[in-house]
């Protein structure tokens, strides 16, 4: 207590340094958190790759055999594309929605975990916290695409060095998509199994009418409907003719599309992690 | 600039009706481990919550660092490092990468960053588990670890919420000589604690919270010689004896019965010198002692004099107290 407050005080003030977080520089760091998180989490990567393989294997060489016995009519069915080309740039999407949708689950653990306060109580824009969390989900979502990107290829034939970079492209903006809707799910709900039941719930419809298993056109106009609001289906069409060239939808509306969503759910997603108080 | 590292006016919070703070104020100063005790739903999480910007307050004002935590919440969190209750910590990362984020988001230069994260996981015993990830940490470890990790932005003020809570003796320990160091360095910290031993040890100031306001304030010496003295506890043989002997006591001090009929409560100064004066006044008189035994004053008592209440969780009972048999003393 005898201390000499004043110069405590003064000696306090010179020699702490008082630091500002740079918008990028937290945008980065958690980025690179959500890329080092999946780096660890092996069973992660085997997850989101499986899934689409399983797809791939049972689903789209199983069709294919049979679709192939009808000779003439599979190309007439499918564009112009033998099932398995048609399906594959459908597999790339889906395996990118399923692992960007699914990345929203991390948000629910921080806030059971407690990490969410570690971020809330730093001083770093908000904005920039959770678009860094966006931008490194989506990237992890990208390398899974990419690796199933690869195999599709393998199996459905090299479309050509561009034409791949380009799909990958529109699969880069359907993984944004998907986490910032995952993630904007996952900010308004308390647990995880409240979220596993959305997944199934949503994922699995918007899925089925994407147009990534079989066109769309042949639908009834609700399911029609439907799948014109679903913004995977511009994904899928989108990296189809990008991949491919044969789409249903010009291409530039399927971009605009899927930049829209995307614009969307990040503008909602940054504006309701802003709003975040712990009570 | 405020001479204060930490200002609360009549500081408040409700949760839908429930008010959890009912106006609290305080000053703490630079340089000061400052405590704020309580039982378990007082209001200290609450209070800490609200001068960290983690939640709005209801009413009143805080100022930390110099800057209000509703009006200027970000200048406040660049000044403050925070080691809450329960972990906030990335459990698949290492301890490094949790470092290194924490730093950007701080806005830490890269090589001022790691030479601090080295620096301080040292400090914290931690260096040699750097690069292991914190899901292999103990509850101690991650502890420290958080305390480290609070300080990596050269915080002005340090808070900490329970910051032994449900940790083994030995961790307590080494969290405790943390918190100590930080206390000879000069760190400003605010603390809350349910453990009366730990404010005790630990703060230069405490404040003694319940049912969401301050019902004492001082060091720790300060309130405790606000309990009068050694309280002395005598068994007697049965619930008569027990009245003779209360009679018998009053003179050296302030006595009362227990709730149990035969104990006698008696605050004195000096008990040492007191309890065989006691002892064989009371054998003159022709009543027995069975059990005598004495406390210093405690926080506890300070607490117990205030509430009526004891701190910890349970109910006040005079029959547990009397450890010291007749044979150690008497004879």
Redesign the interface.
Same mark, same amino acid.
């Given at each position: 207590?005898s201390?000499e407050?004043?110069t405590?005080?003064e000696?306090?003030?010179g020699?702490?340094?008082?630091?500002?977080?740079?918008f990028s520089?937290?945008l980065?760091?958690?980025a690179?958190?959500q890329v080092?998180?999946f780096l660890?989490?092996r069973s992660r990567m085997a997850n989101a790759v499986i899934m689409p393989v399983m797809w791939l294997v049972f689903f789209g060489l199983g069709w294919s055999a049979a679709f192939s016995t009808l000779r003439g009519v599979e190309r007439a069915l499918f564009g112009g594309l033998e099932y398995l080309e048609f399906l594959a740039p459908g597999i790339v999407i889906m395996s990118v929605f399923m692992a960007g949708f699914g990345s929203g689950l991390g948000v629910i653990w921080d806030r059971e975990?407690?990490?969410?306060?570690?971020?809330?109580?730093?001083?770093?824009p908000r904005q920039a916290?959770i678009l860094g969390r966006l931008v490194g989900d989506s990237v992890v979502a990208l390398v899974q695409g990419l690796l199933m990107a690869v195999l599709v290829s393998l199996v459905a034939g090299w479309p050509g060095t561009a034409r791949f970079l380009a799909a990958l492209a529109a699969a880069y903006v359907a993984a944004l998509a998907s986490s910032s809707i995952g993630t904007f799910i996952a900010l308004s709900m308390r647990s995880p199994e409240g979220f596993h039941v959305v997944i199934n719930l949503i994922m699995m419809p918007m899925l089925f009418i994407s147009g990534a298993f079989y066109p769309i056109e042949p639908l009834p106009e609700w399911l029609k409907a439907l799948a014109y609001i679903n913004p995977l289906y511009y994904a899928v069409d989108l990296s189809r003719g990008l991949m491919y060239g044969v789409h249903s939808t010009p291409l530039t509306l399927d971009a605009i599309g899927l930049l829209a969503v995307s614009a969307a759910f990040i503008a909602l997603v940054v504006a309701k992690f802003s709003k975040t108080?712990?009570? | 600039?405020s001479?204060y590292a930490i200002i609360a006016e009549e500081l408040r919070k409700s949760?839908n009706g429930f008010e959890a703070v009912r106006g609290v104020s305080f000053k703490v100063?630079?340089?000061e481990v400052y405590g704020f005790l309580g039982p378990n739903g007082a209001g200290k999480t609450t209070t800490l919550?609200m001068l960290?910007?983690?939640?709005?307050p209801s009413g009143g004002r805080g100022i930390v660092a110099g800057y209000d935590v509703v009006e200027n919440p @970000?200048?406040v969190?660049?000044?403050?490092g925070?080691v809450?209750q329960?972990?906030?910590?990335?459990?698949?990362?290492t301890a490094w990468?949790n470092m290194?984020?924490?730093a950007?988001?701080?806005?830490?230069p890269r090589s001022d960053a790691e030479k601090r994260a080295r620096e301080l996981l040292e400090f914290v015993e931690l260096d040699k588990f750097a690069h292991k990830?914190l899901r292999s940490y103990s509850g101690g470890m991650i502890r420290r670890f958080e305390i480290a990790r609070a300080l990596l932005?050269?915080?002005?003020v340090v808070f900490m919420d329970e910051p032994t809570i449900g940790l083994d003796p030995q961790a307590r320990a080494k969290v405790w000589e943390v918190i100590q160091e930080l206390k000879r360095q000069? @760190?400003?910290v605010f603390l809350t604690t349910h453990y009366m031993d730990e404010a005790d040890r630990l703060c230069?100031r405490i404040a003694v919270i319940d049912h969401g306001r301050i019902i004492a304030e001082g060091?720790p010496d300060e309130l405790k010689s606000r309990v009068g003295g050694d309280t002395v506890y005598l068994r007697a043989i049965d619930s008569d004896s027990a009245k003779k002997l209360l009679a018998l006591v009053s003179e050296y001090g302030e006595a009362k019965l227990a709730a149990d009929n035969v104990t006698v409560v008696l605050v004195a100064s000096n008990a040492p010198s007191k309890i065989p004066q006691i002892i064989s006044s009371a054998e003159r008189a022709g009543v027995k002692i069975v059990e005598a035994r004495y406390n210093r004053p405690s926080l506890d008592d300070v607490f117990l004099l205030l509430t009526g209440r004891r701190l910890r969780d349970e109910e006040g009972d005079w029959r547990i107290w009397g450890r010291l048999v007749r044979s150690r003393l008497g004879r």
């Open positions: 207590m201390r407050l004043a405590v005080d000696g306090l003030r020699s702490s340094r008082v630091y500002s977080p740079g520089s937290a980065l760091a958690m690179y958190r080092a998180r660890v989490a975990f407690g990490y969410l306060k570690e971020v809330l109580v730093s001083p770093a916290l108080y712990l009570a | 600039m001479s949760f100063r630079y340089g919550s960290t910007t983690m939640i709005k @970000v200048e969190r660049k000044r403050i925070v809450f329960d972990p906030t910590v990335d459990r698949d990362l990468q290194m984020i924490h950007s988001i701080y806005g830490i990830p932005a050269e915080p002005e000069g @760190v400003t230069d060091a």
